[in-house]
């Protein structure tokens, strides 16, 4: 097995992130520094990332209902509260599956499996992350249009977006609204909504993929059963042909 496809099945990072860190010299097979991408790991070899080493372990993936205050993270050097805290009774090596804002709440996978991780955030594979979104100011279709054909943030255009007005107070001056995106850039729904001048408040994201957190309060996960981890796959298959 190709060693960056054996870091990624170890659960430590993805495909792409395993080549970035073999190049910067952070890799070892018994015991000498490898830079060389073609390298085959053999049964019986010994493979340390920075200094920690590694092994092959059984794919799990979970889905967590994400409170807010809690950090998308494997560690956080603050002290925070992070998502694997959440889940310290899962003996495998597991990390979020892209990231949720500190004060976002909702659906997020955790996995040891780097290559689905890249599968189902590699924005050519147009999965579907669904937020509800409570905003400061009065949504409407004519500030919200500019979301179904892209808005510009941080220099680059969003991919068109699709919306839906769920309430509206206009008395306290707050809209709830639902946007369904495809990318996961940072912050990108809070920016999104600011760029059509509409401030988030509070935010969560329902759906991601064929999942929700139905059943799970915040702080509770679950095991993904094989049929959804099939169908999260058939999805992004379906999708990246499509594009």
């Known amino acids: 097995m190709r060693i960056n496809k054996y870091i990624a099945h170890a659960g430590v990072a993805s495909r792409r992130k395993a080549e970035e860190l073999i190049k910067q010299g952070l890799v070892t097979v018994n015991g000498q520094v490898v830079r060389e991408l073609a390298t085959i790991i053999k049964t019986g070899d010994q493979v340390e990332v920075e200094g920690t080493p590694?092994?092959?372990?059984?794919?799990?993936?979970?889905?967590?209902?994400?409170?807010?205050?809690?950090?998308?993270?494997?560690?956080?050097?603050?002290?925070?509260?992070?998502?694997?805290?959440?889940?310290?009774?899962?003996?495998?090596?597991?990390?979020?599956?892209?990231r949720l804002d500190w004060d976002t709440s909702g659906v997020l996978i955790l996995t040891n499996d780097g290559d689905f991780t890249d599968e189902m955030i590699h924005p050519r594979n147009e999965i579907d992350k669904v937020y509800v979104a409570r905003v400061k100011g009065i949504a409407n279709k004519e500030n919200l249009r500019?979301?179904?054909?892209?808005?510009?943030?941080?220099?680059?255009?969003?991919?068109?977006?699709?919306?839906?007005?769920?309430?509206?107070?206009?008395?306290?001056?707050?809209?709830?609204?639902?946007?369904?995106?495809?990318?996961?850039?940072?912050?990108?729904?809070?920016?999104?909504?600011?760029?059509?001048g509409l401030?988030?408040?509070?935010?969560?994201?329902?759906?991601?993929?064929?999942?929700?957190?139905?059943?799970?309060?915040?702080?509770?996960?679950?095991?993904?059963?094989?049929?959804?981890?099939?169908?999260?796959?058939?999805?992004?298959?379906t999708k990246s042909k499509k594009s």
């Open 54 to 98: 590694i092994y092959n372990e059984e794919k799990v993936y979970y889905l967590l209902n994400k409170p807010r205050g809690v950090i998308s993270s494997v560690s956080d050097d603050k002290g925070r509260t992070t998502v694997v805290d959440l889940l310290s009774q899962v003996p495998e090596r597991i990390y979020p599956v892209g």
């Open 146 to 196: 500019p979301l179904t054909r892209g808005v510009t943030i941080d220099g680059k255009k969003t991919k068109p977006a699709t919306y839906e007005i769920l309430k509206v107070d206009v008395e306290k001056n707050r809209s709830v609204v639902q946007l369904t995106i495809h990318e996961g850039r940072n912050h990108q729904v809070k920016k999104m909504f600011e760029a059509v």
């Open 199 to 237: 401030l988030v408040d509070k935010l969560s994201r329902t759906q991601f993929g064929n999942l929700d957190v139905s059943g799970l309060r915040p702080g509770e996960y679950r095991r993904l059963n094989k049929k959804e981890i099939s169908q999260l796959h058939n999805l992004a298959v």
